[in-house]
C-alpha cells in the first residue's frame, strides 16, 4: 500500500535542472542535454508545451524577419517545425506570407507564422525530449529552492507520492512565472512600470466549420481592415444592440484543416497571474466569455454561422506576471533602434504587441511602436542578479514590459531556451558560474548547433 510521503526521501543529483517545460523549458532541456549535460525537467502539468498545449496558443509567431525576407529563428525550433510538417502537424511557416489564409491579422507583422496541432506538438516534443536523453518529470509542482549564500544548488518538488529534492550546479527558471527565481530571492519588478498592473489573460478556443472563402472574400473586401477583422461588425452590433465583446476586433488563425480555426477575443484585466483567487476568477470570466464570443461569431458574421466550438483551452493564457532582473534589461529602444551586443545569443522580430492592462481597446500595440525588421537578443538577460548557480529563460527574460510584449512569443521562447541550455551544459563543463561563461565558444556552439546569431 502506498502512503505520501511528506519527509523528504528522495534526492538526485544531476547536472542542469530545468524547471517548466514550455516551449523555453524544452529547448534548454534539449539543449543542455545533447551537450553533454545529464538534465532534468520538471513541469506541473501532463503534459509538455506549456501556452502552445495547456492553452491552447497558436501559431507559432513569426520566425522570420519582419520585412519577411529572412528566417531567423531556426535551431530547436525549426526542428520542431520541421518534423511537425512531416507529421501533418503544421505548416511551413514559408507558406503562411501575408497573401495567405493563415495570415489575418497582419498589422503587427503576423506574416510567416506557423499553425500548428497542438497534441501532435505535444508528442513530438515528449519524442525529442527523450532522444535527446532528458529525465521528463511531469505531475510535479517545485515547492522551493536549497540555497547557500547566493547559489542555488537544488529545487524542493512536490510529486503524488513523496515530496524529492533535486541537486544540480545550474538551474534554470522556464517556468513563465518565475517560480524557481522568485524563492531564490532575485530582484523582480511586476507588469507595467508605472502601475505593476498586467497585460490580460485570454482563453483561446478552436472552432471548426468555419467558411473558409468567406473568410478570405472579407479579407479581400476590407484591405483596410489589417489588424481590425471585422471590426465594422463589432461596431456595428455595438451601437444597434449595446452589446460589446471583450475586444475590439477578432482575432482568428487559420488552423492546419479546412473550417478549424483559434480564436483569441476574451480578456481579463487587472487580474494577477499569481494569485490563486485571481487566476480562479480569471478562469470564470475566460470561459463565459469564450461562449459570449462564440455566440456572437455564430450570429453577426458571415461565413460562421455553422461553426461548432471544437475545444476549449484546458488553462487561461497569462501574457505577463513578473520580469525578472538580470544582468541587462532589453529595452524598448533596444528593439527599435537594435544594438549589436557582443553577447548577442538569440535574433527577434516580433513587434512591440501590448494588449492594454487597463483598456479593453488598448492593443495590439500600444501607442503604434515598432520595432527593427531584426533585433538582438544578449545573454546577460538570462542572468539574475544577485543570484548564482541560476539562468532564466522565456517571457521572465529581463525586459521592460514595453520590450516584453515583443520578446513573449513562443518562437523567440525556444531561441532564448536554447540559448539558456547551452550556456547551462558550457558552465558545468568549465566549472564555472552561468555569468561566467565564455561568450565566444557559447556563440560559436549556438551557431553550430543551427542558431542563427546574425
Not at 520538471?42 to 497558436?58: F, H, L, Q, R
Not at 510529486?159 to 524529492?164: A, H, I, N
Not at 525556444?414 to 566549472?431: D, I, M, P
Request: proline share 4%; hydrophobic share 40%.
Amino acid at each position: 500500500m502506498y502512503e505520501y510521503r511528506s519527509a523528504i526521501e528522495t534526492t538526485e543529483n544531476y547536472d542542469v535542472i530545468v524547471c517548466g517545460a514550455g516551449t523555453a523549458g524544452i529547448a534548454a532541456a534539449i539543449a543542455a542535454s545533447r551537450n553533454g549535460a545529464k538534465t532534468v525537467l520538471v513541469e506541473k502539468n501532463g503534459i509538455p508545451g506549456g501556452t502552445a498545449t495547456a492553452g491552447y496558443v497558436s501559431p507559432f509567431m513569426t520566425s522570420y524577419s519582419l520585412d519577411g525576407k529572412t528566417e531567423i529563428i531556426k535551431g530547436i525550433f525549426k526542428e520542431v517545425v520541421d518534423r511537425l510538417v512531416e507529421v501533418n502537424g503544421a505548416v511551413n511557416p514559408s507558406q503562411t506570407g501575408p497573401d495567405s489564409i493563415y495570415s489575418t491579422d497582419y498589422l503587427l507583422g503576423h506574416t510567416h507564422n506557423t499553425p500548428f496541432d497542438a497534441d501532435k506538438f505535444a508528442l513530438l516534443s515528449m519524442e525529442m525530449i527523450n532522444e535527446a536523453g532528458v529525465k521528463l518529470l511531469l505531475h510535479s509542482y517545485i515547492v522551493d529552492v536549497i540555497k547557500e549564500g547566493k547559489k542555488v544548488k537544488g529545487i524542493i518538488i512536490d510529486t503524488p507520492l513523496e515530496k524529492r529534492v533535486l541537486f544540480a550546479p545550474v538551474i534554470i527558471d522556464c517556468t513563465g512565472d518565475g517560480v524557481v527565481a522568485l524563492r531564490a530571492g532575485a530582484e523582480y519588478r511586476f507588469g507595467r512600470e508605472s502601475d505593476g498592473l498586467t497585460q490580460p489573460m485570454s482563453v483561446y478556443f478552436a472552432i471548426e466549420n468555419v467558411d473558409d472563402n468567406a473568410v478570405s472574400e472579407y479579407k479581400k473586401a476590407h484591405p483596410d481592415k489589417k489588424g481590425f477583422l471585422y471590426n465594422d461588425i463589432i461596431e456595428k452590433v455595438r451601437l444597434e444592440t449595446g452589446y460589446e465583446l471583450p475586444r475590439d476586433r477578432l482575432n482568428l488563425y487559420k488552423m492546419l484543416n479546412p473550417g478549424e480555426w483559434k480564436v483569441c477575443v476574451s480578456r481579463v484585466l487587472r487580474k494577477n497571474g499569481l494569485v490563486s483567487e485571481d487566476l480562479t476568477d480569471a478562469e470564470f470570466q475566460g470561459r463565459r466569455q469564450v461562449y459570449e464570443i462564440y455566440d456572437f461569431m455564430k450570429t453577426y458574421v458571415p461565413g460562421f454561422e455553422n461553426i461548432r466550438i471544437k475545444a476549449i483551452a484546458p488553462e487561461i493564457g497569462k501574457r505577463e506576471t513578473v520580469h525578472i532582473k538580470g544582468e541587462y534589461t532589453v529595452k524598448l529602444e533596444d528593439l527599435t533602434k537594435p544594438e549589436h551586443f557582443y553577447d548577442t545569443i538569440a535574433l527577434g522580430a516580433y513587434p512591440v504587441d501590448i494588449h492594454s492592462p487597463s483598456d479593453r481597446h488598448g492593443g495590439p500595440v500600444a501607442d503604434k511602436k515598432t520595432t527593427a525588421d531584426v533585433y538582438e537578443l544578449p545573454y546577460r538577460m538570462l542572468i539574475p542578479k544577485g543570484v548564482e548557480g541560476l539562468l532564466i529563460a522565456g517571457r521572465i527574460a529581463s525586459a521592460t514590459h514595453e520590450a516584453n510584449a515583443a520578446i513573449r512569443v513562443m518562437s523567440t521562447c525556444f531561441a532564448l531556451g536554447q540559448a539558456a541550455g547551452t550556456a547551462a551544459a558550457l558552465s558545468v563543463k568549465s566549472n564555472v558560474e552561468p555569468g561566467n561563461v565564455d561568450i565566444e565558444e557559447l556563440r560559436r556552439q549556438l551557431i553550430s548547433d543551427n542558431a542563427v546569431l546574425r
